[in-house]
T-cell receptor, first 113, second 113 residues
């Protein structure tokens, strides 16, 4: 059974640019969530996708957007990058959407200069 | 953003000692999740709790779902050096298929050999 994978591992961008991060969910999981984790803090929920639609969102502006594909993989897009967007971005997948356990990938470290 | 309160924030213990940490919230949760995160990696699920009063073990780890549904506890028995890391509690808020996952502030554990 393959776990959650994310790409790329590390990424460096400059302020104002756009970035796309990718996530493949664990086999059999149809729900994907994205989190932002700043250094020294707990993960902050960005949004969740189920059946290719967003079905839960945290306190993040619209420039954070996502997609889920028919194979349940997902993308996180961030437009107009700001310095404060520098963080570890984590993807988590679940076998159902009813508020159950989530399994995390290794994350993508984004640095905005 | 909204976070769960964890205590202690950090702790140094001797190898072989037992460890206790807790997580409290002003909101009611129907699920409590406990994760361990090593530096630069994604959180790893340790224990999931689904019922008030539930006591669940995973090896040397034992977690409890508080009766009020506003708190949870994690105990580690006979700690070993590889227990070092950050422990997070987490839970979903919402319902009817739409959830927002909240993470705690974390407890940093350091084990002295």
């Amino acid at each position: 059974e393959t776990g959650v994978t994310q790409s790329p591992t590390h990424l460096i961008k400059t302020r104002g640019q756009q970035v796309t991060l990718r996530c493949s969910s664990q086999s059999g999981h149809n729900t994907v969530s994205w989190y932002q984790q700043a250094l020294g803090q707990g993960p902050q929920f960005i949004f969740q996708y189920y059946r290719e639609e967003e079905n839960g969102r945290g306190n993040f502006p619209p420039r954070f957007s996502g997609l889920q594909f028919p194979n349940y993989s997902s993308e996180l897009n961030v437009n107009a990058l700001e310095l404060d967007d520098s963080a570890l971005y984590l993807c988590a997948s679940s076998p159902w959407t009813e508020g159950g356990e989530q399994f995390f990938g290794p994350g993508t470290r984004l640095t905005v200069l | 953003g909204q976070q769960l309160n964890q205590s202690p924030q950090s702790m140094f213990i001797q190898e072989g000692e037992d460890v206790s940490m807790n997580c409290t919230s002003s909101s009611i949760f129907n699920t409590w999740l406990w994760y361990k995160q090593d530096p630069g990696e994604g959180p790893v699920l340790l224990i999931a709790l689904y019922k008030a009063g539930e006591l669940t073990s995973n090896g040397r780890l034992t977690a409890q779902f508080g009766i009020t549904r506003k708190d949870s506890f994690l105990n580690i028995s006979a700690s070993i050096p590889s227990d070092v890391g950050i422990y997070f509690c987490a839970g979903p808020l919402g319902g009817s298929g739409t959830y927002k996952y909240i993470f705690g502030t974390g407890t940093r554990l350091k084990v002295l050999a």
